[in-house]
C-alpha cells in the first residue's frame, strides 16, 4: 500500500471520517513489520486496539443486585416519626386531661368547704329557729 495513502487516511482517521474498512486497513498496514519510522509513533496505537479485540472479560458477573436500604431506612425513620408524635400527641393529651381533672377537684374541694361553712351557719339558724318557737309557744 502506498504511503501517501496511508497518511491520507491517518488524517481523516483523526478527523473521525473515517469508515470501518478503512479503519480495518490502517490496523492491517500497522500490524506490518515495515513501518516508516515518522509513522512508527501510531504502531502502538493501532496494535493496541487489534489486541483489545480479542481480549475476554473472564471473571464471573454477580448476578444478584445490591439491595437499597436506604429506602427501607427512610420508611422505617418515617413510621418511627409517625408513631412518635402520634403516641406523644395521646400522651400530651392525657395530661392535660388529668391536668383539667386535678383542677376541677381542686374546685369541688373549695365549693365542698364553702358548703360545709354554710352548714354550719345554718346550724345555728336550726338552733335560733327552736329557740324562736319556744318562746313563741310559751305566750
Excluded: C
Excluded at 27 to 35: D, L, R
Excluded at 86 to 106: H, P, V
Amino acid at each position: 500500500m502506498e504511503l501517501d495513502n496511508i497518511e491520507k487516511l491517518l488524517e481523516k482517521y483523526f478527523e473521525a471520517t473515517t469508515t470501518v474498512a478503512e479503519e480495518k486497513t490502517l490496523q492491517a498496514y500497522f500490524s506490518q513489520e515495515s513501518v516508516p519510522t515518522h509513522l512508527e509513533q501510531y504502531r502502538p496505537m493501532f496494535n493496541y486496539f487489534s489486541n483489545a479485540k480479542e481480549e475476554r472479560y473472564t471473571k464471573q458477573v454477580p448476578l444478584k443486585p445490591r439491595k437499597n436500604y436506604y429506602k427501607w431506612i427512610s420508611v422505617a425513620a418515617v413510621a418511627v416519626l409517625t408513631f412518635g408524635i402520634y403516641f406523644g400527641n395521646q400522651y400530651q393529651q392525657k395530661r392535660d386531661a388529668e391536668f383539667a381533672y386535678q383542677e376541677t377537684k381542686k374546685a369541688f374541694e373549695l365549693l365542698a368547704e364553702n358548703f360545709g361553712k354554710g352548714t354550719e351557719k345554718v346550724a345555728y339558724l336550726q338552733e335560733f329557729e327552736v329557740a324562736k318557737q319556744k318562746i313563741y309557744n310559751n305566750k
